[in-house]
Structures are given as C-alpha cells and as structure tokens.
C-alpha cells in the first residue's frame, strides 16, 4: 500500500524559507507523479507544483514560479518543495499526492487525479 507522509511546515516570517518534505513508502517514487497542493483559509484546494514520473521537469503554479522549488531524491523516496520568498498568501495547509505513472499536463491540476494523497503540514507566513 502506498502511503505518503508530509513535514516541514511551520511559523516564518515574511521572506523566509521552509522545505517540505514528502515521504513515498510502498513503491519507487520515481514511478509517480508527486504533486503538492496547498489549502489556505477558506480556500479550494490549489495545485502548486508538479514532478512527473522520470523526469526532472517540473511545473509550478503561476504564484510561486520564481519561489518554490519541487525536487526529487530517489534514494530517500522523497520528495520536497523548497519555498523561498515566503508571503503571507503562502499560509495554508500543504498536501502532496501521487499518482502511478504519467499524467499529461493538463491532468496535473485536478485533485481527482491522483489516488494517494498525505495527511498535510500547516505552513503558517506572519510577522
């Protein structure tokens, strides 16, 4: 059974920095598609950044393009968000999910993609 495990999140202070760390277990996380999402306050659910299965390209939301960075380390099974320049906008609860194999770009956004998803980390930006 796959299972995902998110940390990371936490307070920091307008302009600061955090990373996210994802944690696959029950298979190679190179065989997935790995997507964080985040949930702010009163807010739908909003894709942010994308990996694709054996593939280094990533694909990131409009609002944090320039700012957060999604990764992969095969070795640890994980994957992670490493987001800079953080802005109050930031605040939500961040997700990440997979799904096994390959999804076209334009199936990268929706939630109803992907079958696995993690329990969440509170990223909280305040002065």
């Known amino acids: 059974e796959v299972q995902l495990q998110a940390s990371g999140g936490g307070l920091v202070q307008p302009g600061g920095s955090l990373r996210l760390s994802c944690a696959l277990s029950?298979?190679?996380?190179?065989?997935?598609?790995i997507g964080w999402f985040r949930q702010g306050p009163g807010k739908k659910r909003e894709g942010v950044s994308f990996?694709?299965?054996?593939?280094?390209?990533?694909i990131n939301a409009d609002s944090v393009k320039g700012r957060f960075t999604i990764s992969r380390d095969n070795a640890q099974n994980t994957v992670y968000l490493q987001m800079n320049s953080l802005q109050p906008e930031d605040t939500a609860v961040y997700f990440c999910?997979?799904?096994?194999?390959?999804?076209?770009?334009?199936?990268?956004?929706?939630?109803?993609?992907?079958?696995?998803w993690g329990q969440g980390t509170l990223v909280t930006v305040s002065s």
């Open positions: 029950g298979g190679p996380v190179n065989d997935y598609t």
């Open positions: 999910a997979a799904r096994k194999g390959r999804l076209i770009l334009s199936n990268l956004w929706p939630i109803a993609a992907y079958d696995h």
């Open positions: 990996l694709r299965n054996s593939e280094s390209r990533t």
